[in-house]
C-alpha cells in the first residue's frame, strides 16, 4: 500500500512536468490544428470492431494508453465494461502487437518499472519503457515493436482518452489515433484534472477541420466503407 502510494506521487511529479508536450502543443495550435481531431471519437474500447479494425483498416499494431482508457486511474484491473472488448482486442491482434504506454507506469517515474512489471503481470501484456513523457515517445514505440516510422504510420493506433497526450501525441507522428472517454476523472490527481478541464473548455476552440489524412480512409474506400463502420452498432 505504503509502494503504491509512493509510485501515485511520483507519477503525479512526472505528469507535471512536460516541457515537450507544450512544445508540441504550441506547434500544433500554430501550424496544424487538424492535429487535435482524432480519426474516432468513442464512449470506449467496447464500441470499437477489432476485427474490422485489424482486416479492413489494416492496423495490426495498437498502443492503448491505461489511466481511464484501460482502467480507472492508478487501478491494474481492466474496467469491466470494456473487458469483452478486451478479451476480443487479444484475441484478434495477439498479445505482441497490442501494447500499453502511459505517462506513469513505465517511465522514469516507474522505480525500477515495478508498477509496469505488475500490470504485465496481471493483464498479460507488454508496457512500453520510455525515457520520455509522451508526445516525445516515437522511438520508444517504434523499438518496442520492432518496426520502422512508415509502417507504423501505415498500420499502428494509438488509443486514448486525452486529446494532448494521446491524440496531438498519436497526429502528430502520422498515426491513426482513436479518442475515448474516461471512465471516472475522480482518482485523476488535481494536475490532471485541470489539463483535463482546460481540454475540454479550449479543444473545442482551437481544433479545426477533419482528423489528418492517413491511409487507413484509402483502404476502406477499397470496400466502400467509413471510418463509421468500424463501430459496432449498439
Ligand atoms: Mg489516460
Excluded at 43 to 56: D, G, T
Excluded at 187 to 204: D, L, S
Aim: glycine share 4%; charged share 25%; with cysteine.
Amino acid at each position: 500500500m505504503s509502494e503504491n502510494n509512493n509510485f501515485k506521487n511520483q507519477a503525479k511529479l512526472g505528469q507535471y512536468l512536460n516541457t515537450a508536450g507544450i512544445k508540441v502543443f504550441s506547434r500544433a495550435l500554430l501550424r496544424n490544428r487538424r492535429l487535435f481531431v482524432p480519426h474516432l471519437s468513442l464512449k470506449s474500447i467496447a464500441s470499437l470492431n477489432f476485427s474490422l479494425l485489424h482486416s479492413k483498416a489494416a492496423l495490426t499494431y495498437l498502443v492503448f494508453d491505461k489511466d481511464n482508457t484501460l482502467t480507472i486511474p492508478y487501478e491494474r484491473e481492466i474496467h469491466p465494461s470494456i473487458l469483452s472488448a478486451w478479451e476480443d482486442c487479444l484475441k484478434v491482434y495477439g498479445k505482441d502487437n497490442v501494447a500499453i504506454l502511459s505517462n506513469s507506469i513505465g517511465s522514469k517515474d516507474d522505480n525500477d518499472y515495478k508498477e509496469a512489471l505488475l500490470i504485465e503481470n496481471q493483464l498479460g501484456i507488454k508496457v512500453i519503457r520510455h525515457l520520455n513523457k509522451k508526445p516525445n515517445v516515437k522511438e520508444d514505440i517504434l523499438n518496442h515493436f520492432q518496426i520502422d516510422e512508415i509502417t507504423a504510420q501505415k498500420h499502428l493506433g494509438v488509443i486514448g482518452d486525452r486529446i494532448l497526450s494521446d491524440t496531438v501525441m498519436g497526429n502528430s507522428h502520422g498515426f491513426f489515433t482513436v479518442n475515448v472517454e474516461p471512465f471516472s476523472t475522480k482518482p485523476e490527481n488535481a494536475m490532471v484534472k485541470m489539463m483535463r478541464e482546460f481540454e475540454k473548455q479550449i479543444i473545442p476552440i482551437i481544433a479545426s477541420g477533419e482528423a489528418p489524412e492517413h491511409v487507413v480512409y484509402e483502404r476502406l474506400r477499397v470496400d466502400s466503407m467509413q471510418l463509421t463502420d468500424l463501430i459496432n452498432k449498439a
